[in-house]
């Protein structure tokens, strides 16, 4: 049974970095099979998908427009684990975040996170 | 970007009440669209994948069909436990988007 969980602060300043972890327990962040994504939550902006990173013979990245200019997700092999960083966060990047794996064949996410709620406020 | 309009917005319904969720793609995304139950303060949990094909473990009450642009949602005869708000995802290209969600209340 695949799990991820989360860690990382609840609180950034603004002009700040938000980062977050993601650890695997029972796949691989390696594996040709699936993706690795982050997915934020918040009243104004619903679920957005902000990007993913997968291996097939390297590593692949791929991120929403709307952050490209901001996002690094790193994957981690020894520590089987992936990250988030968002740089120079505002108040609108507070959301609920969370980690999810995506199967490879049918793209969806299964399983999550369980979810890291992150406030930027100074 | 592949906008994906659910409705209603909202329902209430009263247990062994049928409910029917709408998900409506910007454009034909085939049958890449797959569904998710949030249940308060809980991640996502994905019920229903590839428009139709339940996922492993979820009651049979459940159920997807749809093609193209536009998909449904079913739950035959709700239980209480059910309330949640539920949420459609695209996969067909990227940006992956979701839905806005379809809150259901326990009448």
């Known amino acids: 049974q695949v799990q991820l969980q989360q860690s990382g602060p609840g609180l950034v300043k603004p002009s700040q970095t938000l980062s977050l972890t993601c650890v695997i327990s029972g796949d691989s962040v390696s594996s040709n099979s699936v993706g690795w994504n982050w997915i934020r939550q918040s009243p104004s902006r619903g679920l957005e998908w902000l990007g993913r990173t997968y291996y097939r013979s390297k590593w692949n990245y791929d991120y929403a427009e709307s952050v490209k200019s901001r996002i690094t997700i790193n994957p981690d092999r020894a520590k089987n684990q992936f990250s988030l960083q968002l740089n120079s966060v505002t108040p609108e990047d507070t959301a609920v975040y969370y980690c999810?794996?995506?199967?490879?064949?049918?793209?969806?996410?299964?399983?999550w996170g369980q979810g890291t709620l992150v406030t930027v406020s100074s | 970007e592949i906008v994906l309009t659910q409705s209603p917005d909202f329902q209430s319904v009263t247990p062994k009440e049928k409910v029917t969720i709408t998900c409506r793609a910007s454009q034909s995304i085939g049958s890449s669209l797959h569904w998710y139950q949030q249940k308060p303060d809980q991640s996502p949990k994905l019920l229903i994948e590839?428009?139709?094909q339940s996922s492993s473990g979820v009651p049979s009450r459940f159920s997807g069909s749809g093609s193209g642009t536009d998909f449904t949602l079913t739950i035959n005869s709700l239980e209480v436990e059910d309330a949640a708000t539920y949420y459609c995802?695209?996969?067909?290209?990227?940006?992956?988007?979701f839905g806005g969600g379809t809150k259901v209340e326990i009448k």
């Open positions: 995802h695209q996969s067909s290209s990227l940006p992956l988007t």
């Open positions: 590839y428009a139709s």
């Open positions: 999810a794996r995506e199967d490879w064949k049918y793209h969806w996410f299964d399983p």
